[in-house]
């Protein structure tokens, strides 16, 4: 195994850490590495690293590890994290910081799965002013190459009425392009 050195890497990646803290506006020094987030989220099965290791990491200023990790977009933001910690941490929010972190330093290699489908869904709601399922279903499986994934989901739902086969469109459509491209405009895009 390499050595990792630990008082490099803190004093390298002081200013990501600080960004971190002020993004999230969660004081991730205050862990107490009590490990009750991790006890609880239901999606450690397929991390890399425990919550709480992804919050011992990023006190410790290990900026690569924890960007590249599987963690951050295995974290399906259900909160259960947040109302364990003992420390009043939002845990999930830091861990929505990190991916939108990872986005901008251009890790996001491990989140591709993750960036279509919200593409998409943003996509279907930008378009229509609300979901439609079957065309997320649809566009998703396309993108990502996997075809006929879920496929056999969809005919059911719709003979049970939790799907349309063609998407419904809400009045305020206009309103909600406005809503997207102030976002945009936000994040400078
Ligand atoms: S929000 Fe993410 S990290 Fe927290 S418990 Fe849920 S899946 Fe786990
Ligand atoms: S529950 Fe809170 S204090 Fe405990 S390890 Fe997780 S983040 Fe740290």
Same mark, same amino acid.
């Given at each position: 195994?390499?050595?990792?050195?630990?008082?490099?890497?803190?004093?390298?990646?002081?200013?990501?850490?600080?960004?971190?803290?002020?993004?999230?506006?969660?004081?991730?020094?205050?862990?107490?590495?009590?490990?009750?987030? !991790?006890? =609880?989220?239901?999606?450690?099965?397929?991390?890399?690293?425990?919550? @709480?290791?992804?919050?011992?990491? #990023? &006190?410790?200023?290990?900026?690569?590890?924890?960007?590249?990790?599987?963690?951050?977009?295995?974290?399906?933001?259900?909160?259960?994290?947040?109302?364990?910690?003992?420390?009043?941490?939002?845990?999930?929010?830091?861990?929505?910081?990190?991916?939108?972190?990872?986005?901008?330093?251009?890790?996001?290699?491990?989140?591709?799965?993750?960036?279509?489908?919200?593409?998409?869904?943003?996509?279907?709601?930008? !378009?229509? =002013?609300?979901?439609?399922?079957?065309?997320?279903?649809?566009?998703? @499986?396309?993108?990502?190459?996997? #075809? &006929?994934?879920?496929?056999?989901?969809?005919?059911?739902?719709?003979?049970?009425?939790?799907?349309?086969?063609?998407?419904?469109?809400?009045?305020?459509?206009?309103?909600?392009?406005?809503?997207?491209?102030?976002?945009?405009?936000?994040?400078?895009?």
């Amino acid at each position: 195994m390499s050595e990792f050195n630990l008082s490099q890497a803190l004093e390298t990646n002081r200013s990501f850490v600080d960004k971190v803290i002020a993004e999230s506006g969660q004081d991730i020094r205050q862990c107490y590495q009590c490990a009750k987030c !991790s006890g =609880g989220c239901p999606g450690t099965f397929a991390m890399d690293y425990l919550p @709480n290791q992804i919050m011992r990491m #990023l &006190m410790l200023g290990m900026k690569e590890e924890v960007l590249k990790s599987q963690t951050i977009w295995v974290c399906m933001a259900c909160n259960t994290c947040t109302t364990r910690c003992i420390r009043d941490i939002d845990v999930a929010r830091v861990m929505d910081t990190l991916r939108q972190e990872a986005v901008k330093h251009g890790y996001t290699e491990k989140g591709r799965l993750v960036l279509i489908f919200n593409d998409v869904f943003l996509g279907t709601v930008r !378009s229509y =002013g609300r979901l439609f399922e079957a065309g997320l279903l649809m566009m998703n @499986n396309m993108r990502t190459g996997n #075809l &006929m994934k879920d496929m056999q989901f969809g005919l059911p739902m719709m003979l049970k009425g939790k799907a349309k086969p063609f998407p419904h469109r809400i009045k305020g459509r206009k309103e909600i392009r406005k809503i997207f491209e102030e976002t945009r405009r936000r994040e400078g895009k």
